[in-house]
């Protein structure tokens, strides 16, 4: 029903910029609540940033607040990821995932994921 295709991964330098992108299949875009996560080697996946359908609330980690920053244009079925201020342990594969509703907006249970793009941060 949807898909899900991660982009802009790459290698950066701590302190650097990157903005990831998240190319959504569909017509019903707009009705899908967009969260990122990550995976870093050896851990559990965590929740980095969410959005509202009209992008209107926005949600994020305590740990790239002030940092990240979760964008949507529903007019081009996208949502952003973009990353201020990196640091070596943002490195991690980045997903991003969606869904019609979710009981929080940091849940691990989104419906749909992508197939997530790598991230490293070089010191």
């Known amino acids: 029903q949807v898909q899900l295709v991660e982009s802009g991964g790459g290698l950066v330098q701590a302190g650097g910029s990157l903005r990831l992108s998240c190319a959504a299949s569909?017509?019903?875009?707009?009705?899908?609540?967009l969260g990122w996560f990550r995976q870093a080697p050896g851990k559990e996946r965590e929740f980095v940033a969410a959005?509202?359908?009209?992008?209107?609330?926005?949600y994020y980690a305590d740990s790239v607040k002030g940092r990240f920053t979760i964008s949507r244009d529903n007019a081009k079925n996208t949502v952003y990821l973009q990353m201020n201020s990196v640091k070596p342990e943002d490195t991690a594969v980045y997903y991003c995932?969606?869904?019609?509703?979710?009981?929080?907006?940091?849940?691990?249970?989104?419906?749909?994921w992508g197939q997530g793009t790598q991230v490293t941060v070089s010191s």
């Open positions: 569909g017509r019903t875009f707009s009705s899908y609540v």
């Open positions: 995932a969606a869904d019609q509703r979710v009981g929080s907006y940091n849940t691990q249970q989104y419906a749909y």
């Open positions: 959005i509202s359908r009209r992008g209107i609330n926005t």
